[in-house]
């Protein structure tokens, strides 16, 4: 698995003015978690985080971070944006050791056109993403789904994937991951039709009525 390289500075204030001046700085704010030293306040280098969120591994990447010298392995936890303008706001990094197992968000990639497609059907993709639990150096980039063999009416749940060597899949096994419905929708069933009447004969009623 690929890592990153990342310097951290630790902070002391933690006031709106102190954060919105890293930021102007061109850093952004956060907090790195580890169960030997509990919650530190640091900050970071916005392109430099930006770079590691956008290689393969994204959020997942191990970056070995660098905290006034001492050396720490951490994933990203959690990122907060600022969808208005675009830009990340904070950051939690979360401590991790190579022989403990973790717990962690991977994508899941459809590869190859369904049989049914070609059939007149469309691919529900109903699960893009999955929870794992594995060693930090085991995390996948993300996890392939084949569906080349799907007819209309097919359908591959969380049970069905293929996953790699020491990864354990946490959703629910029965939860569909993907499957391929028919296009056509079924019309809804109505009242029976009501043939109309002939003008002769509902001329005649009107008649018999007067």
Same mark, same amino acid.
């Given at each position: 698995? +690929?890592?990153?390289? !990342?310097? =951290?500075?630790?902070?002391?204030?933690?006031?709106?003015?102190? !954060?919105? %001046?890293?930021?102007?700085?061109?850093?952004? /704010?956060?907090?790195?978690?580890?169960?030997q030293t509990g919650s530190m306040a640091i900050s970071v280098d +916005?392109?430099e985080l930006k770079k590691i969120l956008g290689s393969v591994n994204?959020?997942?990447?191990?970056? #070995?971070?660098? *905290? #006034?010298?001492?050396?720490?392995? @951490?994933? @990203?936890?959690?990122? %907060?944006?600022?969808?208005?303008?675009?830009?990340?706001?904070? &950051?939690?990094? %979360?401590? $991790?050791?190579?022989?403990?197992?973790?717990?962690? $968000? @991977?994508? *899941?990639?459809?590869?190859?056109?369904?049989?049914? *497609?070609?059939?007149?059907?469309?691919?529900?993709?109903?699960?893009?993403?999955?929870? &794992?639990?594995?060693?930090?150096? %085991?995390?996948?980039?993300?996890?392939?789904?084949?569906?080349?063999? !799907?007819?209309?009416?097919? =359908?591959?749940? *969380?049970?069905?994937? #293929?996953?790699? /060597?020491? &990864?354990?899949?946490?959703?629910?096994?029965?939860?569909?991951?993907?499957? &391929?419905?028919?296009a056509k929708a079924p019309e809804p069933a109505g009242q029976p039709?009501? =043939? /109309?009447?002939?003008?002769?004969?509902?001329?005649?009623?009107?008649?018999?009525?007067?």
């Open positions: 698995m +690929a890592e990153a390289m !990342l310097n =951290a500075n630790p902070r002391e204030e933690r006031t709106r003015s102190s !954060l919105r %001046q890293i930021r102007e700085q061109g850093g952004i /704010p956060g907090v790195l978690y580890g169960k +916005a392109k994204g959020r997942n990447t191990l970056i #070995n971070m660098n *905290v #006034n010298g001492a050396k720490r392995t @951490v994933i @990203v936890k959690s990122l %907060q944006m600022d969808h208005l303008h675009r830009g990340m706001q904070h &950051v939690d990094f %979360q401590e $991790v050791s190579e022989n403990t197992k973790i717990r962690t $968000v @991977v994508p *899941v990639h459809l590869v190859g056109t369904p049989i049914g *497609v070609t059939h007149g059907g469309i691919i529900q993709h109903d699960l893009r993403s999955v929870e &794992v639990e594995c060693l930090p150096s %085991q995390i996948p980039n993300h996890i392939e789904v084949d569906i080349s063999n !799907l007819e209309i009416g097919d =359908a591959l749940s *969380v049970s069905d994937l #293929n996953l790699p /060597p020491g &990864v354990k899949v946490l959703d629910h096994p029965h939860t569909t991951v993907v499957g &391929v419905a028919n039709e009501v =043939a /109309p009447e002939p003008a002769a004969e509902a001329q005649a009623k009107t008649s018999e009525k007067e």
